[in-house]
């Protein structure tokens, strides 16, 4: 599995897709309703990527009872890295990404039945997701660099100087010395230093 794929698997785990068990049907939507590749309407709701309410609540697959809609989509879409993002520009790739959407909510619901997700494993997976997504909400609310007064960025720098110091370091790989007694001197001593004290 790719990184890009784990990415993608992680977020639908995070958004708690999983649900009663496998035994269900899948109906992906082929009418003339909205489509994996319809384009985003411009609305200033917080659908994702501009749509809509409407066009975000639009169904594009169903499993069981859970319904996957163009803003679950897009959601998945907005959560790529460009390059990643431009892959899916063609109606068969996007056809091919709502199929991994439809097969990731399908393993999450027998993850589920099969208590996967009370595992430890798991619920360490969860907790790292949703630090992520603590730490991108609040780098998306910070203003970007190149706003950021350089007075801003002194008074910073002076008020937290003791962050930015870096002991100074030795390592060592040889120690070579006169005499047996003194070897064993020095071994005794390295013996019983702590990591503390080799580190400092």
Do not use: N
């Not at 697959?61 to 990643?84: K, N, W």
């Not at 892959?87 to 589920?112: C, F, G, H, M, N």
């Not at 009370?118 to 992520?132: C, F, M, T």
Request: hydrophobic fraction near 40%; aromatic fraction near 4%.
């Amino acid at each position: 599995m790719s990184s890009a794929s784990a990415r993608r698997l992680s977020a639908w785990l995070a958004w708690g897709i999983v649900g009663a068990g496998l035994g269900t049907q899948v109906a992906c939507r082929h009418d003339g309703g909205a489509s994996a590749g319809a384009p985003a309407a411009s609305s200033s709701s917080s659908a994702p990527g501009g749509l809509s309410p409407e066009l975000a609540a639009r169904v594009l697959a169903r499993v069981g009872d859970r319904t996957i809609t163009l803003g679950d989509y897009v959601a998945v879409l907005d959560g790529m890295d460009r390059i990643e993002r431009a892959r899916y520009q063609t109606p068969d790739r996007r056809e091919q990404l709502l199929k991994e959407i439809v097969e990731v909510e399908l393993l999450s619901r027998e993850a589920e039945r099969r208590g996967l997700a009370d595992k430890p494993e798991a619920k360490a997976l969860e907790r790292q997701i949703l630090r992520d997504e603590v730490f991108g909400e609040l780098r998306d609310k910070q203003p970007p660099l190149d706003q950021i007064p350089a007075a801003d960025v002194r008074a910073y720098y002076e008020a937290h100087r003791a962050d930015f110091k870096e002991p100074e370091r030795r390592r060592i790989s040889h120690i070579v010395v006169s005499d047996k007694a003194t070897a064993e001197r020095v071994l005794a001593e390295a013996r019983g230093t702590s990591a503390k004290q080799w580190g400092g």
